[in-house]
């Protein structure tokens, strides 16, 4: 998989009010090149929020995102978003299309490839994703985990220098989060950058370099993950711990 051109994520001082809720209320976190942090924290704290400012589904309202130093405001946001791949819980695969043509298109689309070049770009990926004999068929014809990792494939079709994952497991059956959270395991290892939103704390303790708790709209307590785990500081997080560990 091409993780050769990782960058650093900073997120700098980041607030976002919707109306009056201040979802994000001055969040800061280093993710440095090939590192993976992974974020958890309550429902509401504003995860997913923070994610969709990264790579600027969302303007915040103060603060920055800074990819290996530069900010990424006044960037063009298609250009943003090839660089920042997005996973998220439902997939979001185009359900009238055929595993391949939902990864071709992203091609074709956003790095503008021929068709021949695309096919054969989508099917590596497949392959590497394991699902080459899956190309012809619908997303409805696969598992869960299968269109996850669909999903992925077509992220990293697109040769990200990050990728985002919200919850990328949470809609999925029990017995297939194991095969997602590996892939997600080897792109770590590979050396992506990724920012992995998540509620399996075992996936966070074993591969992430930091772990970040985030609650009402802040990072409360970031570290290592034995430190985070083993001896938290802060009560909020040490009570989040106790009741999902
Ligand atoms: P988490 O991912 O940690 O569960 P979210 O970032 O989804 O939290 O949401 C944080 C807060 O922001 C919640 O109160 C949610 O209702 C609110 N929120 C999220 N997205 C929007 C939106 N598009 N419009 C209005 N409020 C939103
Ligand atoms: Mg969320």
Known sequence: ???????????????????????????????????????????????????????????????DVLLDGRSVRGDDPDALRQRVGMVFQQFNLFPHLSVLRNVTLALRRVRRLGEDEAVAVARAQLELVGLAAKADARPAQLSGGQQQRVAIARALALQPQVM??????????????????????????????????????????????????????????????????????????????????
């Open 1 to 63: 998989m091409a993780t050769s051109e990782s960058v650093s994520v900073r997120v700098r001082d980041v607030h976002l009010s919707f109306g009056s809720n201040r979802v994000l209320r001055g969040v800061d976190l280093d993710v440095p090149r090939g590192a993976t942090a992974c974020v958890i924290g309550p429902s509401g704290s504003g995860k997913s929020t923070l994610l969709r400012t990264v790579n600027r589904l969302i303007e915040p309202d103060r603060g």
């Open 164 to 245: 985002l994952f919200d919850e990328a497991t949470s809609a999925l059956d029990p017995e297939l989060v194991k095969g997602v959270l590996a892939l997600m395991a080897d792109l770590s290892a590979q050396g992506m950058t990724m920012i992995v939103v998540t509620h399996e704390m075992g996936f966070a303790r074993e591969v992430a370099d930091t772990v970040a708790f985030m609650d009402r709209g802040v990072v409360l307590e970031a570290g290592e993950p034995a430190r985070i785990f083993e001896s938290a500081e802060h009560p909020r997080l040490r009570r989040f711990l106790s009741q999902v560990l």
